[in-house]
Antibody, heavy 124, light 108 residues
Framework: EVQLVESGGGLVQPGGSLRLSCAAS????????MHWVRQTTGKRLEWVSGIGPDGDTYYPGSVKGRFTISRENAKNSVYLQMNSLRAGDTAVYYC??????????????????WGQGTTVTVSS | EIVLTQSPATLSLSPGERATLSCRAS??????LAWYQQKPGQAPRLLIY???NRATGIPARFSGSGSGTDFTLTISSLEPEDFALYYC???????????FGPGTKVDI
């Protein structure tokens, strides 16, 4: 079955850290871009990181320097290490597969497979 | 940063009616726009990519159009399962950046 399954969410205090994991199955993981996208309680969606098949990583300014995406191809897994967490990082975090072309080049591109999400709450 | 604006915020319609959702970009995104549907308690699902291409398994009643800064998602005849949230999303290829619109809720 083609799927992404996230884990690792929970309650963490401001300034704390958390590591999310995502297990992929049913497709050729090693050749795919992978991403993390979060959704706030107000239903806004925000892309928070992406990693190419070769391990190159990309982040928006809001999380750069605090979040680190990584992948382990032997385990068909992608991770998100989140440090210095703030209340504004509270959200449902989705593991997402990029599709159609590569994220670093021109051409059609979209998030064509989503996990079910894992909830991160940053609160004291 | 490219900002996406969606209108209307809420669209109240009945089954069988036509739905027209708009997404406007603050600058040209070429055809690099996607649409997603999200139902309560579920993850978003890709409907349309590259402005007008339906993703695998998406019914023909969903269609996308537009390029540059103005895009439209049309649902030709609403089915009960189509009442949901719809988001547009653009990509910037270098450095890679992705942004989403605020969403349009289609409800009865």
């Amino acid at each position: 079955e083609v799927q992404l399954v996230e884990s690792g969410g929970g309650l963490v205090q401001p300034g704390g850290s958390l590591r999310l994991s995502c297990a992929a199955s049913g497709f050729t993981f090693t050749s795919c871009d992978m991403h993390w996208v979060r959704q706030t309680t107000g239903k806004r969606l925000e892309w928070v990181s992406g990693i190419g098949p070769d391990g190159d990583t990309y982040y928006p300014g809001s999380v750069k320097g605090r979040f680190t995406i990584s992948r382990e191809n032997a385990k068909n897994s992608v991770y998100l290490q989140m440090n210095s967490l703030r209340a504004g990082d509270t959200a449902v975090y989705y593991c997402v597969k990029g599709g159609y072309e590569v994220m670093t080049g021109p051409g059609p591109y979209a998030f064509d497979l989503w996990g079910q999400g894992t909830t991160v709450t940053v609160s004291s | 940063e490219i900002v996406l604006t969606q209108s209307p915020a809420t669209l109240s319609l009945s089954p069988g009616e036509r739905a027209t959702l708009s997404c406007r970009a603050s600058q040209s995104v070429s055809s690099y726009l996607a649409w997603y549907q999200q139902k309560p308690g579920q993850a978003p699902r890709l409907l349309i990519y590259d402005g007008s291409n339906r993703a695998t398994g998406i019914p023909a009643r969903f269609s996308g159009s537009g390029s540059g800064t103005d895009f439209t998602l049309t649902i030709s005849s609403l089915e009960p399962e189509d009442f949901a949230l719809y988001y547009c999303q653009q990509r910037f290829d270098w450095p890679p950046r992705f942004t989403f619109g605020p969403g349009t809720k289609v409800d009865i």
